[in-house]
């Protein structure tokens, strides 16, 4: 009911593959009405059903059943065509409005919701679930009405001829119902399990390929093989117990048919010997007994693939009813307009596990200033920057942006209005130009060139192998760590934002080139408010204010010069790095 409800732009198109299912069963199960007309026509002859519509002669009734056979294959062939043109694309649509609905409100969800949800099982929803529904959309949803619609039309022939015979041929059926929904409520659990397997599985693989570097490097690889055996196993175990439970439901089934068909054989031979059902009738309940019952032998591997798809169908569907707790507003926000105005009043906050990182933060940033935010590993540095692009709502207190709450903002027009370079660069797997116009698209070839020239990245782009046409890679692997913070530079630059947030943009380069960057810093950062966090406190000495974290408090605020002469946290984080100790004076 769920996926009906979700797929009601699509009821159109349902309900014209399900008449075209229903259509072809129609004819499919006429010839062996057609069969048992002729076997009546040779037989009775001048007296045969057919004679009493006014076709007396026998020979032009094997001539009219001729014509309706070619009519009535032609049909069951001439549906069968739409019903599969109709259902494949319908799963196709189907699963590509899932595949990007799930994924867009996958994209706007919450960062903490993604700290505790694997890449893995993400993956395998988005991928495997999606493509189970379409298994099962592509064959098993046709397969299901036309049982249903074999039953109805099969039913209907049988009273009418024969009442007697059409209650013993049934009498399997509601077996074989209980026991699908029996198998049924077996399953469900069994399939979810499947499918939680399949997501840790994935997590599995997806770690180990982003860590390959690692295993090789510590000669973890058996180790490594023997943990993805183990999910694999279990999965291969989950899988058992469901194949167990299907397994089981065939020969039941099968059993059940053959009582009917042998009910119908032998008690509709006794009644056409009896001279109580002609042979025309009889071989049409013959023949319409296997016809109803035989394609119920595959109910089991429908409602199978049903379960598998509807378990699959909970995860997509689950994923998108996951709420967005972090909203944004619905006052937009022109970026041109954006002075960079920035300030924390009274901010704490603190994770959903209950770590409280900040603690009554005030902070004020005047437009085109820069200022950099130091102190220890844990101190809450980097937790700033979130709230500001509002992948985190602060616990209490506002953040403002030119004096309006960032919760009053359009959460696009907000972000569009801040560059990031953060330590952790990611790269797209493309070209360096492209990742460098990742912010503008539309950016010119000489657009991209300036802003690598300004992030000191044009030199070292052009001695790649394709220059800026050059495939950096996953994640960037072909480029060195300083040559992929470069190049994240070169994309917040060609952004062009009124506010620069740099999250530790120099912690993993070398001297020559945390030079380089410094350089490019001075240059880009003029004219637009600029906030940098810092490890190396060589990059922020020319900051017009720095403010120190400690604890998530602010312990102490000045420039560079002010806060060594006050001899606290700065100086002696200075000294340190400047390789003279902690002792002070």
Sequence with gaps: ????????????????????????????????????????????????????????????????????????????????????????????????DLRLDAYGHMQDLDMAWFEDTSTGKLVAILNDDVNQLERFLDG??????????????????????????ALLAFTPIPVIILGAFWFQRRAQPLYATVREKVGLLSARLANNIAGIATIKSFTREKYELDQLAQESEAYVAANRGAIRISSAFIPVIRMAILAGFVATLVYGGKLTLDGQLNAGAYSVLVFLTQRLLWPLTRLAETVDLFERAMASTRRILNLIEVPVRTRGG??????????????FDDVSFAYANGAKVLHGINLHIEAGETIAVVGQTGSGKSTLMKLLLRFYTPTSGSVKLDGTDLKKLRTPDLRAAFGLVSQDVFLFHGSVAENIAYGRANASRDEIEAAARAAEAHEFILQLPQGYDTIVGERGQKLSGGQRQRVSIARAVLK??????????????????????????????????????????????????????????????????????????????????????????
């Design 140 to 165: 098993g949803a046709n397969a299901l009405i036309q049982v249903a619609t074999s039953i109805i039309a099969v039913g209907a022939v049988f009273f009418y001829i024969s009442p007697q015979i």
């Design 330 to 343: 619905s006052m937009a926000l022109p970026v041109d307009q954006v002075r960079g105005e920035i300030t």
């Design 1 to 96: 009911m769920r996926l009906l409800r979700y797929a009601r732009r699509h009821h159109q198109r349902i309900r014209l593959a399900s008449l075209c299912s229903v259509l072809n069963k129609l004819f499919d199960v006429m010839p062996e009405i057609l069969i048992g007309m002729a076997i009546d026509v040779i037989v009775r002859q001048e007296q045969s059903f057919l004679a009493d519509f006014g076709i007396v002669d026998p020979f032009n009734q094997m001539l009219f059943l001729g014509a309706i056979t070619i009519a009535v294959w032609g049909l069951e062939s001439l549906f069968q065509f739409f019903l599969q043109i109709l259902w494949r694309n319908l799963s196709q649509s189907l699963q590509h």
């Design 496 to 585: 062009d934002p009124p506010v620069l947030m740099l999250d530790e943009a120099t912690s993993a380069v070398d001297n020559e080139t945390e030079a380089a960057i410094q350089r490019s810093m001075r240059v880009i950062t003029r004219g637009r408010t600029t906030l940098m966090v810092a490890h190396r406190l060589s990059t922020i000495v020319n900051a017009d204010r720095i403010y120190v974290l400690d604890d998530g408090r602010i312990a102490e605020q000045g420039n560079h010069t002010g806060l060594l002469a006050g001899d606290g946290i700065y100086a002696a984080l200075w000294r340190v790095q400047a390789g003279m100790g902690n002792s002070r004076g």
